[in-house]
């Protein structure tokens, strides 16, 4: 079966680094997303990853490796609007988005 | 800034009513996704669509139709609601083989069904 995992909940302090890991097993791969969702809102674009290694974009920073079914999502100075859930997708031989549960980031002052 | 648009954003009926809830992109995206996502949970697919005239169901059984007559025009019918149908109903779009297979959501219809 097609599986993605990714903590439930994460807490970091503004200002700080927080890494958000997710690893898959999927039925192919054509790349992985990380979507931003604020609660009670849709889904926003973050990242697309597709070869190995990391892509820097902003404050945000998205790594993959294809070998380990793995990838990151880095979040620098954090700010308390960067509450929210983060959800890890990625692209099956089918074109179709297979979506995590979604990781919930708490921001303390 | 994407483009597309769900009406109503909030639904709030009765037992055994037909609803459609509707779904429009201004993108030309020939892809086009229904998904249903309850309160901190996670998306599940219920309907997608490739082009005019092309409807699949996705992994999540569900007792709605969908259409898709017009490239812009994606919209999800319920012919008997029921409390079970209560959730957030996430409409999306992705653009074709050249371009990032990014999908763009409308806000959403949050459906209560009594």
């Known amino acids: 079966g097609q599986n993605i995992d990714q903590p439930t909940e994460m807490t970091a302090t503004e200002g700080a680094i927080v890494q958000i890991n997710c690893t898959y097993q999927t039925s192919g791969f054509n790349g992985l997303f990380w979507y931003q969702q604020h609660a009670g809102e849709a889904p926003t674009f973050l990242s697309y990853?597709?070869l190995d290694g990391l892509e820097e974009k902003g404050r945000f920073s998205s790594f993959l490796s294809r070998s380990k079914g793995y990838s990151y999502l880095l979040l620098k100075e954090l700010q308390m609007k960067d509450s929210a859930s983060y959800l890890c997708?990625?692209?099956?031989?089918?074109?179709?988005?297979?979506w995590g549960a979604g990781t919930k980031l708490i921001i303390k002052p | 800034e994407a483009d597309i648009y769900q009406t109503p954003r909030y639904l709030v009926i009765g037992t055994g009513k037909k609803i459609t809830l509707e779904c429009s992109q201004t993108?030309?995206?020939?892809?086009m996704y229904w998904y249903q996502q309850d309160p901190g949970m996670e998306l599940h697919l219920i309907h997608y669509?490739?082009?005019?005239?092309?409807?699949e169901k996705g992994d999540l059984s569900s007792e709605s139709t969908v259409s898709r007559i017009r490239t812009e025009h994606f919209p999800l019918t319920l012919e008997s609601a029921r409390p079970s149908h209560t959730s957030q109903y996430l409409c999306?779009?992705?653009?074709?083989?050249?371009?990032?297979?990014?999908?763009?959501f409308g806000p959403g219809t949050r459906l209560t069904v009594l």
């Open positions: 999306a779009s992705s653009g074709g083989a050249l371009e990032l297979p990014e999908q763009f």
């Open positions: 993108m030309g995206h020939d892809k």
């Open positions: 669509s490739y082009g005019v005239n092309s409807t």
């Open positions: 997708a990625v692209l099956d031989s089918n074109y179709q988005l297979i």
């Open positions: 990853n597709v």
